[in-house]
């Protein structure tokens, strides 16, 4: 009879043990859902140079009274940066190149290899001009960097080979 007893009491503490544990799993993961639904998404697209525009929706309640779908627009403010010449991976048979291209109107531009670093403005159109850089026999990585006015920067690289080998 008493081990009945111990059975039953086994038994009764196993099913307490196991439903807690079910019980505790299910409110868990009605939580994370209600949680998952209430957050919101962010979609950016790209729109062209230096530009994104991001929406914030809201996912909708399972109810359809009550979904709320809310749309934010924002332009990024990162300065563009275009390098109009030398184009990337081409050959020069001079030492010294022009760097030409845009950016942000007013900005600070400055060119630099592991040789030298040159420095410009851009002027009220966008429009720069770094003249007489200085290229390394063999293939140069030039960084070129732009800071607004607001500080904020954009970075581009190009490469450049100086050779004066006849193709």
């Given amino acids: 009879m008493i081990s009945f007893i111990h059975k039953m009491i086994k038994e009764l503490l196993l099913a307490i043990i196991l439903g807690s544990l079910l019980g505790f799993s299910l409110t868990g993961g009605v939580i994370a859902l209600k949680k998952n639904k209430t957050n919101q998404s962010v979609i950016v697209k790209n729109t062209g140079i230096g530009k994104s525009v991001s929406e914030t929706k809201s996912k909708p309640d399972p109810e359809p009274s009550s979904s709320v ?99």
């Fill in 69 to 167: 779908l809310s749309e934010t627009t924002s332009v990024d403010t990162m300065p563009s940066l275009v390098i109009d010449t030398p184009q990337n991976e081409s050959v020069s048979d001079k030492s010294l190149i022009n760097i030409q291209g845009t950016t942000t109107p007013n900005s600070l531009v400055v060119a630099s290899t592991t040789l030298e670093t040159l420095t410009t403005n851009s002027d009220e159109s966008g429009k720069f001009i770094i003249e007489n850089f200085e290229l390394e026999a063999g293939l140069n990585f030039i960084q070129i960097s732009s800071v607004s006015q607001n500080d904020t920067q954009n970075n581009t690289e190009i490469q450049v080979t100086f050779s004066t080998v006849k193709f």
